[in-house]
């Protein structure tokens, strides 16, 4: 499934489970429930956000975005980060009053049944969009993903919590969670700024990427550097971009290598790594033999 099919779905998906969850606070007067509902409206602008973010990032390149329009994505999770921030401020401010007045709880029963349904489908619409997301490579349908099924989390835990505070009568745990789930979704925005302005800032693939780009360069140059067309790879840089990923490096070749050898080498190394990793665009800089450094990677 596109990204863009994906990410429709869970903006409509997100705005039943704020349906059903914003039904069970007002069964309950509940500021836990009202804390987990309010997450669900922050799903919901996010889910926009990151749909228009994908449709974007979708556009080929052209002349004022000759790499392409990829980072957007990261624009949009950076946002879903920020909203989630918001919410919890609005979170603490509704709690405070009943944490120095604590309040029972109304309808407590048909509350949690509204709220565990509405988490069921939270799980289900995790899931399926951290697979769509990973398959597409779509950093904005993964972040989409995770943060719901965070909110399945919380969602549990102020379930439990309401249970314990019906059971023991300690009403003051309703404020107590809703402040609990406000700390624990700025913890979740802040890995999701993270995380996003990592990618715009230019890191480098995963460590466990790097190891699969090395050895696929290093069965593609078998041979090529026991006969002496291949002296040397050195400078090899990585990013990623949305779903694409970028490799650079330099290869040395013996300085009486013609244009077309070195450009066939290249074509070799290009086409190993398209073979194995979807999205990746290969820049390769031929240099002779005396600009060897002797390091950085080894062949074979």
């Not at 029963?109 to 490579?137: E, H, T």
């Not at 790879?233 to 009486?256: I, K, M, Q, S, W």
């Amino acid at each position: 499934m596109t990204p863009t099919l994906a990410l429709t779905m869970s903006l409509l998906v997100a705005g039943a489970v704020f349906g059903l969850k914003w039904w069970a606070y007002a069964l309950t007067g509940s500021v836990a429930l009202y804390s987990d509902a309010l997450e669900s409206i922050v799903n919901i602008v996010a889910a926009g956000a990151a749909l228009i973010a994908v449709l974007v990032s979708r556009r080929p390149a052209d002349a004022n975005h000759p790499y392409g329009h990829t980072k957007a994505e990261y624009f949009s999770a950076v946002l879903e980060g920020v909203l989630i921030v918001l919410a919890a401020l609005a979170i603490v401010r509704e709690a405070w009053p009943k944490l120095i007045k604590p309040e029972p709880i109304a309808e407590l029963g048909p509350g949690m049944l509204v709220s565990l349904g509405a988490s069921g489908l939270n799980v289900l619409l995790g899931w399926f969009l951290i697979q769509s997301g990973r398959k597409a490579r779509s950093p904005a349908v993964v972040a989409d993903g995770k943060h719901i099924l965070t909110d399945v989390l919380t969602s549990v835990g102020v379930l439990v919590g309401i249970g314990l505070a019906w059971l023991s009568g300690w009403w003051i745990l309703d404020p107590l969670l809703a402040i609990a789930v406000a700390v624990n979704i700025v913890w979740v925005g802040w890995r999701l700024v993270r995380d996003s302005v990592g990618g715009l800032m230019d890191e480098a693939v995963p460590e466990h990427d790097l190891a699969t780009i090395h050895h696929i360069l290093n069965q593609a140059l078998k041979g090529l550097a026991s006969d002496g067309r291949v002296l040397e790879v050195h400078d090899l840089r990585t990013r990623r971009a949305g779903p694409r990923t970028f490799v650079e490096f330099h290869l040395v070749v013996p300085g009486n290598t013609s244009v077309e050898q070195a450009h066939q080498i290249c074509d070799r190394l290009e086409n190993a790594l398209r073979a194995s990793l979807d999205g990746v665009h290969t820049t390769i800089h031929v240099e002779p033999d005396h600009k060897a450094k002797h390091s950085t990677f080894r062949i074979g």
